[in-house]
């Protein structure tokens, strides 16, 4: 596959969470829409509604099918606003949605839905999941079973307010010499449901050992952190935000500490950059997102797939994003 190629041209869709189940490949997007709120740091005008969920058997050539809205902010017990980018992972045949959304207080927290099918429809749990925060969430089936959760953003995603898992009393970004503000990750437990542990840190080190700093904004973690193995090595992949980069460190365990390797994508048309990284039919590809047809417009962003290739050392080969 050459070229990208935008998956689904009728509709604005962002933030894809990409998964095989059952040998087809499942994408969990973000929904766009013109809600007319001013563009701001907070992220207010990203005020989604619902979820669809789309599916294919041949990413490069095939149809990509919309089987409609999965959930809706309606039927969300603990509802306030703005569905963000989720994910789906399936244990024992039974399909679990991880999603964030701001509860009535406007504080960002992140619920699970659940349902028999890859193509939903999912029905929420009547709570967000005890000591969840933040956004975009991200799920890793391990090799051994286990499942992990890996979620975070700054800014809007609100992550800055916290700190060891508690809120502070006045959200505060580190200085740029102190050491950036981690993404978080914790197992989650045999129901699927809840954290089995309290969320750790996703260290990511430079070539020295050193945790990447909070001035480092062209390198650090910003928000959208998605995690893969290739060749037994774990991927950890986020975006830098402020300097609209798709960025990766390398580890040996699920938990990390990771090692910064480099840039996968470079920034796109549009403030916000996001990704899944899945291999289907031996090839690897990197499913993104950009507001070109939007002309532009930030919050209304399309979806997109481009094959993605790793060097015999497992680098991995920068791609060009449309900001050029
Ligand atoms: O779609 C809203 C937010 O924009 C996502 O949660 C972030 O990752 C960024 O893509």
Redesign the pocket.
């Known amino acids: 596959m050459k070229e990208p190629k935008y998956l689904v041209p009728g509709d604005y869709m ?2 894809p969470a990409v998964h095989v189940f059952d040998g087809k490949l499942y994408i969990y997007p ?1 929904h ?1 829409r013109e809600s007319g709120i001013p563009e701001n740091d907070h ?1 207010d005008h ?1 005020d ?1 509604r619902d979820y669809h969920v789309f599916s294919t058997d041949d990413v490069e050539n095939g149809p990509v099918t919309d089987h409609g809205v999965v959930l809706s902010v309606d039927d969300i017990p603990w509802a306030g606003r703005q569905l ?2 989720c994910d789906v992972a399936e244990k024992d045949g039974r399909y679990y949605m991880y999603f ?1 959304l701001k509860d009535r207080n406007d504080i960002f927290r992140i619920g699970v839905a659940v349902s028999d099918s890859p193509e939903g429809p999912f029905v929420p749990q009547p709570d967000p999941m005890r000591g969840s925060y933040s ?2 969430p991200a799920v890793l089936k391990d090799d051994d079973g286990e499942y992990y959760i890996y979620f975070g ?1 700054l800014w ?2 609100q992550l800055q307010r916290y700190r060891d898992n508690k809120a502070l009393e006045c959200p505060a970004l580190p200085a740029d010499h102190e050491p950036a503000l981690p993404a978080r990750v914790a197992r989650l437990g045999e129901n699927m449901l809840q954290f089995a542990e309290e969320p750790r840190p996703v260290v990511i080190l430079d070539d020295a050992g050193r945790p990447l700093t909070a001035g480092n904004n062209g390198r650090r973690f910003f ?2 952190p998605w995690m893969h193995k290739y060749n037994g090595v774990y991927y950890f992949s986020y ?1 830098t935000g402020d300097t609209h980069r798709l960025c990766y460190a390398t580890g040996d365990n699920p938990y990390g500490p990771f090692t910064y390797r480099g840039v996968i994508l470079t920034p796109v048309v549009g403030w ?3 990704h899944a990284i899945v291999e289907y039919r031996g090839k690897w590809y990197l499913f993104h997102h950009d507001s070109v047809p939007s002309g532009g417009r930030t919050w209304l962003r399309s979806l997109k797939v481009v094959e993605l290739e790793y060097r015999p050392d497992g680098s991995i080969v920068t791609i060009n994003g449309t900001d050029e």
């Open positions: 962002a933030d973000s766009d992220g990203f989604m963000w980018d964030p956004i975009d953003g809007g995603g928000e959208a975006s916000t950059t996001h």
